[in-house]
């Protein structure tokens, strides 16, 4: 049978410190999709969707490639 995994214990300072971390986080995660989502926006009204659908198709699979080069290494 498994053990239970014991429960993580901090103190309400370090669990306040942890709190702020998160919503610090939290709020920077979403001012950057806010600010993604209205230059996707401005950018589709340039270039046109079909070249910023490509744009983020070839970004991503720029990202997968350098991962694997990354794992190879």
């Known amino acids: 049978m498994k053990r239970p995994i014991p429960l993580l214990r ?20 979403q001012e950057l999709s ?10 589709i009204e340039r270039i046109g969707a079909d070249a910023v659908r490509q744009l983020h198709k ?8 350098a991962d694997l080069v990354r794992e190879a290494a």
């Open 10 to 29: 901090l103190s309400p300072e370090a669990a306040g410190e942890l709190q702020q971390a998160c919503t610090k986080a939290t709020t920077e995660l």
């Open 34 to 43: 806010r600010f993604r989502k209205e230059f996707d926006r401005q950018l």
């Open 58 to 65: 070839d970004t991503k699979h720029a990202l997968l490639l």
